[in-house]
């Protein structure tokens, strides 16, 4: 441990040496940051936003888990319960977990992994970032006004006839964060298809370039579909234009249709980066090549292509014809394997690797054991009985958390804590992170597992008042919660730290490949000196001389150490 | 004419065969704009021949026409680049994946569900508020 | 700047034409599912009340409609023509062609207005005193008034990026060479191409009966 950590520290040569020029230290001055179309730049403008929105949407979360500490209703109205649920719904989905990997790491390391100076359009990507500042700024107005009581998902006819919360504003927030997300996502497109060094082929890009063209696809094609759905609201309830009026003949399942089109591929939008996150990290971590590369690009496409014909079964008991129920339900167990694909080819990876336990690597084991649980149970979602008998109920609450948080936001802190130190070119206390990635793990498990166990029993979601006799899960629940606010608290109090304090790091602290890993840390302005040529496929940790491959049998030796 | 300014053309821009010359450029899209208007008169003038629910059928292949000869001669679908067909094309595959499930749903949902059977319901005075029992 | 059309991060304006061209029609994708999702939206509404979205058809001004079709056909025309002439910089030819698809787009503008204006002074809008009869015809025209306004709105948008290219390029300060031009021709054929849509949708729907 302690011979791997002196690596990857910069010897330091001269007590006060300067850090060659960097793309933090190149340019000063607000305006310099404000202004900036360099991709590095704006991914830490991003991340600064993301992390006030992630503050806001955890208040939503912490009041509720509050609120819910006792059957009786005690801590707020009704009303102000459905306000903070959907506080918590909206900031959450839109204003974090969508631009989340992709606008921080993606932004970051797109250019960086297929060598390329910049994304494709630098100005459009400062755009996006603008426009979702002001979507923010305007979600935030609705919110402070007194908030909207429609739940995310802003089911019509409620959302259009009945609610008297800030609906319109909400949808205009959200339809303009959408169009942050398709800039974002057509940038990352034509940077892959036309931005990559020479020699890096399509079967030679890293997983997480693979993974954040998936999204981007799903980005482009799916959210103007929810702006579409979120418009006919808008023109519903500024204009009273009747579009989904049941009293007109409207049909309010029109809205549930448009609006799930986007809706249950936006998941994939969350985990789809995730992937490829834990792609990178595994693969270091383990020493080995990723098990089954081409299984795992097409198993990403398979996801963003087929991840649209799957969002009837968020409609089960909506009304919808029984026919069309039975080809979604079939569809969704059929977008399960490539997801499936995806776990046995990171658990084939670890075996017979040279594993070691950094703290990216804690995240990404438990992002794997976390998402396969939240993966299975939505294959009991995908069976129209079981969903029929869960429905609205803690059940699915579960099953989603465990996907996007346990999954996604897992994978968030460990991309985080991986390239760290090429983002900033500090290290972080190695201790602390191991110790928080491990709380994480625990206080996810802790708050959200009792709500698979209510959810089966019949705790329904989003009332505020419940049976006495779910009181131990929710109590249980919201102790756990404490836990892990503390373990999300904990790496932005260490890497806060570390900007100030921690050792510097080496260009390549992990030992990694991967082009990012080939420029300085923190890289200069144009990413690299000389643009870099690739003569080899990613994840090249195991030549095939040098180490055992997985068919020899030898005798076992420790992990890690003594090679 | 053409053909010398054509190769020169060659030469400047890598291969890549735009007309170069303002009769050039005429000559290729007037012919397109005729026929776009041609068939907008004929769109028009069927609507008002009956053929019951053929009507929408034929205007909205006509229209599906004019999109194709917008998209391949103003929009240069036929420049054999294979990044334009993948975005020409894949927002088509898209929209189909939404109609065929929506109208799937539309097609075999049950009857008493179909606002087409609720209609008549709609002159009566509105029920109280809490829906109608049993649904 | 060399030459001043080349920007970070590329090296040859050829690929930069073509990422522009490519950009630009990802947005177009996008766009396109934007006005597919609310033409399905319509089309599956009038699935369920074919007579009162006949009806609504048949309230449509069809005389305008036809008029705007053919103003913005032949604004696709000239946007065409302008586009390629500012690739073969001809300076003449592309200003007089971006001039009159200007022009072709304000007089579309106008007859827009115009004939909303009668409509809603026939009583088309779907409020009290609504002129038809039967309550689906109320959403038929929720999706007129909705859909011509967006289009209107993507319209003005293509107008003022036309605009304000052509008006660089005039004063010096943009190659005619540059890619934006192209971009900018797409983005205005795509407005055309949902409007071929939305006539027979709005206007040509029961003519027959
Ligand atoms: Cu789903």
Redesign the interface.
């Known amino acids: 441990m302690s011979e791997l950590a002196a690596g990857r520290v910069r010897p330091a040569e001269g007590p006060a040496e300067p850090w060659p020029d960097n793309y933090l230290t190149a340019e000063q001055g607000l305006g310099s940051w404000l202004l900036t ?1 360099d991709h590095k730049r704006i991914a830490l403008l991003y991340m600064a936003t993301l992390l006030a929105f992630f503050v806001i949407g955890g208040f939503g979360a912490v009041m509720i888990r509050l609120e819910l500490f006792t059957p009786e209703q005690d801590l707020m109205t009704a009303d102000a319960y459905n306000r903070m649920f959907t506080l918590h719904g909206t900031v959450m989905v839109w204003f974090f977990l969508v631009p989340s990997i992709p606008n921080t790491l993606g932004n970051f390391l797109l ?1 960086l992994m297929i060598g ?7 100005r ?1 990507n400062l755009l996006s970032w603008y426009l979702f500042v002001g979507a923010g700024l305007l979600l935030v107005v609705a919110l402070v006004a007194g908030g909207v009581d429609t739940g995310w998902t802003f089911y019509t006819p409620f959302s259009t006839m009945f609610s008297n919360g800030y609906v319109l504003l909400a949808a205009l927030a959200v339809i303009l964060a959408g169009f942050s997300s ?1 800039a974002t ?3 990352f ?2 940077t892959v ?3 990559r060094a020479p020699g890096m082929h399509w079967f030679r890009l890293p997983l997480l370039v693979w993974a954040l063209y998936g999204t981007s696809v799903v980005m ?6 929810l ?3 979120l ?2 609201i808008v ?2 309830r500024a ?5 989904f ?1 049941p ?5 309010p399942l ?1 809205f549930q ?2 609006f799930w ?1 986007y809706s249950h591929p936006a998941v994939y939008i969350m985990i789809l980066p995730s992937f490829g996150v834990i792609s990178e990290i595994v693969t270091c971590f383990a020493r080995r090549r990723i098990f089954g590369y081409t299984f795992m690009v097409y198993a990403i496409l398979w996801i963003a292509v087929v991840g649209f014909l799957v969002w009837g079964h968020h409609m089960f008991v909506s009304g919808q014809s029984l026919f069309t129920s039975l080809v979604f339900s079939f569809l969704s167990f059929v977008i399960a394997v490539p997801s499936a694909i995806k776990v046995f080819n990171w658990t084939f990876t670890l075996y017979r690797g040279q594993i070691t336990f950094e703290a990216p690597m804690l995240y990404a084991l438990g992002f794997i054991g976390l998402f396969t649980l939240g993966g299975l149970t939505g294959l009991f979602l995908a069976a129209i009985p079981i969903d029929v008998h869960v429905t609205d109920t803690y059940f699915v609450v579960a099953h989603f958390h465990f996907i996007m948080v346990g999954g996604a936001v897992t994978a968030l802190y460990g991309g985080l804590s991986f390239w760290w130190p090429k983002i900033t070119g500090r290290l972080y206390p190695e201790g602390w992170a191991r110790f928080a990635a491990i709380l994480m793990f625990f206080g996810f498990a802790f708050t959200f597992f009792p709500m698979f166990v209510m959810g089966f029993a019949g705790m329904p979601r989003r009332y505020a008042a419940y049976p006495p006799e779910f009181q131990i899960w929710h109590v249980m629940s919201s102790c756990g919660a404490v836990l892990l606010a503390a373990a999300y608290l904990l790496p932005m109090a260490y890497l806060t730290f570390s900007l100030f304090r921690g050792a510097r790091a080496t260009d390549d602290p992990w030992d990694a490949t991967g082009l990012e890993w080939r420029t300085a840390s923190p890289p200069p302005r144009g990413n690299f000196g000389v643009l870099p040529v690739v003569a080899e496929g990613p994840y090249l940790y195991h030549p095939e001389a040098e180490g055992p491959h997985h068919s020899e049998r030898e005798p076992h030796q420790n992990q890690g150490g003594n090679l | 004419m053409s053909g010398r300014s054509s190769r020169r ?1 060659s030469k400047r ?2 291969g ?1 065969a ?5 009769g050039a ?2 000559a ?3 012919p ?2 005729l026929v ?2 041609g068939l ?1 008169l004929a ?2 003038a069927l ?7 053929w ?2 059928a034929v ?2 292949g ?2 599906a026409a ?2 194709l000869l ?2 391949l ?4 679908l036929r420049r054999p ?1 294979p ?2 067909r993948l ?2 094309g ?2 088509l595959l ?2 189909g994946f ?2 065929a499930l ?2 799937a749903d ?1 097609a075999t949902r049950a009857p008493l569900t ?3 059977h609720m ?1 008549d319901r ?1 002159m009566e005075p509105p029920e109280t508020a809490g829906g109608r029992s049993g649904f | 700047m060399s030459g001043g059309a080349l920007r ?2 590329w090296h040859s304006l ?2 930069q034409r ?2 522009a ?3 630009m ?14 033409i ?2 319509f ?3 009038r ?4 007579a ?1 979205f006949a009806a609504a058809g048949r309230e449509a001004d ?1 005389v305008y409609g ?1 008029a705007n ?2 103003l913005l ?2 604004s ?2 000239t ?3 302008g586009a ?2 500012a ?2 910089e ?1 300076p003449r ?1 592309a200003g007089r062609a971006l001039g009159l698809t200007l022009a072709l787009g304000l007089a579309f503008l106008c007859l827009k207005g115009l004939e909303w204006r009668a409509d809603l002074a026939k009583g088309l809008w ?2 009290p005193g609504f002129a038809l009869e039967q ?2 015809a ?2 038929a ?3 007129y ?2 859909l011509t306004g ?1 289009h209107g709105l993507h319209l003005l948008g293509g107008l003022s990026a036309i605009a304000w290219l052509a008006g660089q390029a005039v004063l010096g300060r943009r190659p005619w060479r540059s890619p934006a031009f192209e971009a900018a ?2 983005y205005w ?1 795509l407005i ?2 949902v409007w ?2 939305l ?3 709005l206007y ?2 029961g ?3």
């Open positions: 179309t250019p390329a100076r910049d994304l494709a359009f630098p459009v398709i996502g057509l940038n497109i034509a298809h036309l931005l482009v094609l799916a959210t103007p579909v702006a579409a759905s418009l006919l023109a519903e204009f009273g234009l009747p579009v009026d009293a007109q003949g409207g049909d029109l249709h448009l089109f | 053309s821009s890598l890549e735009t007309p170069r010359s303002a450029i005429l290729r899209s007037l397109v704009w776009l208007v907008a769109s028009c609507a008002y021949l009956p053929m019951g629910r009507n929408m205007s909205l006509i229209a004019k999109m917008i998209g001669f103003f929009m240069h680049d990044l334009l975005a020409g894949a927002w898209w929209v939404l109609a929506v109208f539309q179909q606002p087409e209609e709609t | 970070e991060p050829r690929r073509e990422a061209s490519f950009g029609w990802l947005f177009l994708a996008s766009e396109a599912l934007l006005f597919g999702g609310l399905l939206a089309i599956a509404t699935w369920f009340h074919p009162a069809i036809t079709t053919l056909l032949t696709s025309l946007m065409a023509v390629q002439a690739r073969a001809l030819l779907p409020g309550p689906a109320r959403i025209f929720a999706f008034w909705l967006l021709a797409l054929h055309d191409v071929m849509f006539y027979p949708l040509l729907d003519r027959a009966a």
